[in-house]
């Protein structure tokens, strides 16, 4: 397990139209739009046919994080649904820091190592916070009922959980209104999330020390749709999350700030 | 004389070394020995050598102590090297009260009203006992009787006008252990004790300044003019000393019995029939504590077994206790002491005390339904009897340079404690951004230099070649940048847990753009967190 936790370095998505405008949510006037690409247009029906076809009728969305809401469909976190993050726990933390801040209560469940000192400097209060590192074989009935009273849950399934016991978790959620987000992957997901390229900047060969991390974010949605990236600071040098301007390359780190931390 | 008609007539009684009774009682250790007559040594017999200490000095120590040297107020290094045997605890406030609140109940059950001095002295107004037993010596001896029946042997009684009278009677009592000072000779049995006894250190030392020693020359003064040089307070030590003791006795009222108790015949050998069969009594307990006005926001929970181990803990609520969250509180405690198997041995008692109490009024639910907190709380108590009381956590970020010691996890319910300050500087702590995956377990690797040597840190911090690539398991990951080594060397003195190594720690990145946190110990190294 400790093994296979690499970032796969070949899916560089470096397509220029995937920066900056990311097609809107379905509800802003698509009139307005100029003459466009008929896959854009079937990509928007579809997205409308998913809308109408909601699990619930008045799906509400979650605060999100302004860096990482864009890329989400339906423009943010929604309640009942299910997301997955591939690996990388401070995507996970990007996607917990909008809800959080905001006074949601999270649940981490089957997650020993989640780091809690960069969870809090990421904003997500650990007052907030409930932690079950160790579920064991009770896995989905932990999960299950933390589901049942915190916004967002965040799980990883020891096992690959059967199919049946995947509905009833989807059910319930839908039922309670809270958003699930794996850690791994899951069967049935409104996106997975993943980190496909990762510069760290500030470190270099012997001095330095590691201040802000470029990354493109993956977003996959299930209906098969063109996957949407974006380049995010995860973190930034204020360790922030942020959106990447496009031709911005990380400034070199200053020299002080090197001499200071190698003496 | 006029004044006299306020001082109520009292008796005083005293079991001497209280705190040493108290923490031999605890401990198990046999306090027959130490309750032994000090009149009937048998030099064969093993005498108890203890002293309980407070601040790095003796609190109080047992007579055989004391006959080897030992004083209170002594060092603890003074005390040890003058009795080497001297056995040593540290001393608890709380357990002297709790140990001393048997005896306290006893004497009620013999006479009535007794006032709480301190642990080990209580004083109890004369009037009703002395007249029901017949005289003041009468009630005396009951006193003793009740006492002997205790297990206290040594304690001392007295019986004078005023509790500070009666108190100072009973320690100059010897033999026969009660020494009654006949109404109105308080003033003559005062008059030659040292002023030091009126408990006034500051005072005491200006009086022997000023030529008066003895608390029958402070009475002398005029009353006058002790009110004129100090004031109320002294005018207070003043009538006392002149045996006029006008404070009262307040009886305490007799606490509401609260606990819970369950003894198993025969012994339990299973936590689930342990839980059932506290289950009625854990009803009543709640609802006893409900007709009393109360709710319950932590208990402590006794356990013994049949090999005659005991298990004690205190528990928080963060709201208050209810039936099946005391019943979950005596399976945690059961599973924490004993094996995932079985208990080690079968269980025979169990009790439930409060600890502490709140109005209920605080603690109603609101009139529009529970706050959302509450529904919280339940789930998470949920999980919490699947999964044991440590299974569901609360974190809080602490001080120190470690990751280990800066995040501290904490059992839902409990009140969340940092070992050390966040706000103190922390020099060589990591620099931000924190890893946001901390392994629990850190993990072995080897950094090896391009010739395919490991690399080895020396004492001077030079590094025996450039980190060329790190491998975890049988996976080689090269090295595109890393930084370091940031040597710590914390409590190089202590060697428990793993502490008092040198360890250097490396930022490293490997070739996918993965961030690291390896550690370097001497040749060994760790990968202590990644950043994901």
């Given at each position: 397990m400790f093994d296979d936790i690499g970032v796969p370095a070949s899916v560089v998505l470096d397509d220029p139209f995937e920066e900056g405008e990311y097609e809107s949510a379905p509800r802003s006037a698509p009139a307005s739009a100029p003459v466009r690409a008929p896959a854009e247009t079937v990509r928007d029906l579809q997205a409308r046919i998913r809308q109408m076809q909601g699990?619930?009728?008045?799906?509400r969305s979650l605060p999100t994080h302004p860096a990482i809401a864009s890329l989400l469909p339906g423009g943010g976190l929604k309640q009942g649904a299910a997301y997955s993050v591939e690996r990388s726990v401070t995507l996970l933390m990007a996607l917990l820091a909008g809800p959080s801040a905001a006074g949601s209560w999270c649940g981490v469940i089957g997650v020993p190592e989640f780091g809690v000192e960069a969870a809090a400097h990421y904003g997500i209060d650990l007052e907030r916070l409930v932690l079950v590192p160790h579920p064991g074989d009770q896995w989905l009935a932990v999960t299950a009922a933390i589901a049942d009273v915190l916004t967002v849950v965040v799980t990883r399934p020891p096992r690959q959980a059967s199919d049946s016991s995947v509905a009833r978790l989807a059910a319930r959620l839908r039922q309670r209104g809270s958003t699930l987000i794996v850690l791994g992957s899951w069967p049935q997901t409104d996106a997975m999330l993943s980190i496909s390229h990762s510069t760290w900047s500030g470190i270099g060969e012997g001095h330095g020390r590691l201040a802000a991390r470029e990354t493109t974010v993956t977003v996959t949605t299930r209906a098969g749709a063109r996957p949407r990236s974006a380049r995010l600071w995860l973190p930034d040098r204020a360790e922030q999350f942020s959106r990447a301007e496009r031709s911005s390359r990380a400034p070199r780190f200053a020299d002080e700030q090197t001499r200071e931390l190698a003496g | 004389m006029t004044q006299r008609t306020n001082v109520t007539r009292t008796i005083v009684f005293w079991c001497p070394d209280w705190p040493i009774t108290a923490v031999l009682r605890a401990r198990g250790l046999t306090a027959e020995a130490g309750a032994l007559d000090p009149g009937a040594l048998d030099p064969g017999a093993p005498e108890p050598l203890v002293a309980v200490i407070e601040k790095g000095e003796v609190f109080a120590c047992s007579p055989a102590a004391r006959r080897e040297g030992v004083r209170r107020g002594l060092r603890v290094r003074e005390a040890q090297s003058r009795c080497p045997d001297l056995l040593i605890f540290p001393y608890e406030a709380d357990l002297d009260i709790r140990s001393f609140e048997p005896v306290v109940a006893a004497i009620e059950e013999v006479m009535s009203g007794a006032q709480l001095l301190r642990p080990g002295m209580c004083a109890i107004r004369s009037r009703g006992p002395s007249r029901f037993y017949g005289s003041d010596e009468e009630a005396a001896l009951w006193l003793l009787d009740t006492l002997d029946s205790l297990g206290i042997t040594d304690a001392r009684v007295g019986v004078a006008d005023g509790p500070f009278t009666a108190e100072h009677a009973a320690r100059s009592a010897t033999r026969p252990r009660i020494r009654i000072v006949p109404e109105g000779g308080s003033a003559e049995f005062l008059a030659p004790l040292p002023v030091r006894l009126l408990g006034a250190p500051q005072l005491a030392t200006l009086l022997q300044r000023l030529g008066i020693r003895t608390l029958g020359e402070f009475a002398a003064l005029e009353a006058q003019d002790v009110t004129a040089r100090f004031g109320q307070d002294g005018a207070h030590l003043h009538a006392l000393a002149g045996g006029?003791?006008?404070?009262?006795?307040?009886?305490?009222?007799?606490?509401?019995?609260?606990d819970s108790v369950v003894s198993f015949e025969p012994p339990l050998d299973r936590i689930d029939q342990v839980a059932f069969g506290f289950r009625a009594s854990a009803d009543r307990f709640i609802e006893g504590i409900a007709a009393a006005q109360l709710v319950c926001t932590s208990i402590r929970v006794e356990i013994d077994s049949d090999a005659g181990e005991t298990s004690e803990r205190t528990w928080l609520h963060p709201r208050s206790f209810t039936a099946a969250d005391v019943i979950d509180r005596i399976r945690w405690q059961l599973q924490g002491s004993a094996s995932e198997t079985g208990l080690s041995s079968p269980i025979c008692y169990v009790r439930v005390i409060p600890e502490s109490v709140d109005d209920i009024g605080n603690h109603e639910q609101g009139l529009w339904g529970t706050a959302a907190e509450e529904r919280i709380h339940h789930a998470l108590s949920r999980v919490q009897s699947m999964l044991g009381h440590g299974g569901v956590l609360t974190a809080v970020v602490g001080g120190g340079r470690t990751l280990a010691d800066r995040q501290n996890l904490v059992a839902w319910g409990d009140r969340p404690a940092t070992a050390l300050d966040r706000k103190q500087p922390w020099p060589g702590s990591l620099p931000t951004p924190a890893p946001s995956t901390v392994f629990e377990t850190r993990h072995p690797v080897t950094v090896v230099s391009a010739d395919g040597r490991v690399v080895t840190v020396d004492t001077r911090g030079a590094l025996s070649g450039i980190p060329n690539a790190f491998s975890t398991g049988g996976t080689f990951r090269p090295l595109s940048a890393w930084a370091g080594p940031w040597p710590i060397d914390e409590r190089w003195w202590s060697s428990a847990a793993g502490r008092g190594i040198r360890s250097n720690r490396f930022q490293v990145v490997d070739d996918a753009g993965l961030a690291w946190l390896l550690v370097n110990e001497g040749d060994s190294w760790w990968a202590e967190a990644r950043y994901d």
């Open positions: 699990t619930k009728l008045d799906t | 006029l003791d006008s404070r009262r006795i307040v009886p305490r009222t007799p606490p509401r019995e609260l």
